[in-house]
């Protein structure tokens, strides 16, 4: 238990709280912690949401899986934080995606009951459960805007200006591989190999492994100019 209230004070929806009022908060709910192995799935695609998942330990990926057998990351949660959150209050709330557990994974489960309860106990909670919903639904947007854009390049680059923006540095880490960078882009990831060298010859950037640098900002602006 305390090494989930470890995890538990440090993930955004109870910003805000001590441990002390963290365990007076959940006092009263039913939760439920499972454990998953390394690639065990924890909901399938189509699969009901009823409740909100919590990463206690370990790491998942949201894929999407067609019927040929590709797979797609869609994106990667690490330890502390959330899933279902939008889909558990939606009126169609089953799963979009697989959700699967990519190492050894724990995660805790609360209702949907429990969490209207939560958000009428305390204030707190209820001001970060917003701020989660409203910070998803503008992640969603972007991902969107991105992929409307036409061309690898200017994809790339609208990518790179919001890492930019975010981390407000030339340097820009990127936690995901090449491979994962060109599904969030949905291109082929040769093509994003290749862009990224021409970017680099037309001294807009340079990169080396997960670091891409950010060599000249005004082309990089440009680059979303037709």
Same mark, same amino acid.
């Given at each position: ?73 869609? #994106? ?16 169609? #709330? ?18 949907? !009951? %429990?969490?209207i309860d939560l958000c009428k106990k ?5 001001? !970060? ?26 994809? $790339?680059?609208?990518?790179?200006? %919001? ?22 882009? %949905? ?20 990169? %080396? ?6 060599? !000249?900002?005004? $082309? ?7």
């Amino acid at each position: 238990m305390k090494d989930t209230l470890e995890t538990l004070i440090k993930c955004v929806l109870f910003k805000g709280l001590t441990m002390e009022e963290i365990v007076k908060l959940l006092g009263g709910i039913s939760i439920n912690l499972n454990a998953f192995a390394k690639n065990e799935v924890i909901a399938i695609e189509n699969s009901k949401c009823t409740s909100l998942g919590i990463i206690i330990k370990g790491k998942v990926e949201i894929q999407k899986i067609f019927p040929s057998g590709k797979i797609i990351t869609l #994106n990667t949660f690490n330890t502390g934080n959330i899933f279902g959150e939008a889909l558990v209050f939606s009126g169609e #709330n089953v799963y979009p995606s697989t959700i699967m557990s990519i190492d050894e994974t724990k995660i805790l489960f609360v209702h949907k !009951n %429990d969490i209207i309860d939560l958000c009428k106990k305390n204030d707190i909670f209820l001001n !970060n459960f917003m701020t989660v919903l409203s910070d998803r639904i503008l992640m969603l947007s972007g991902r969107i805007r991105n992929l409307s854009y036409e061309t690898i390049r200017k994809k $790339l680059a609208i990518m790179l200006l %919001d890492e930019y923006k975010k981390q407000k540095n030339l340097f820009l880490t990127f936690q995901c591989t090449r491979k994962k960078m060109a599904e969030i882009l %949905d291109v082929p990831r040769p093509s994003l190999s290749r862009e990224l060298i021409n970017m680099r010859d037309d001294g807009i950037i340079d990169f %080396d492994k997960n670091v891409i640098k950010i060599i !000249n900002l005004n $082309l990089l602006e440009e680059c979303l100019i037709d």
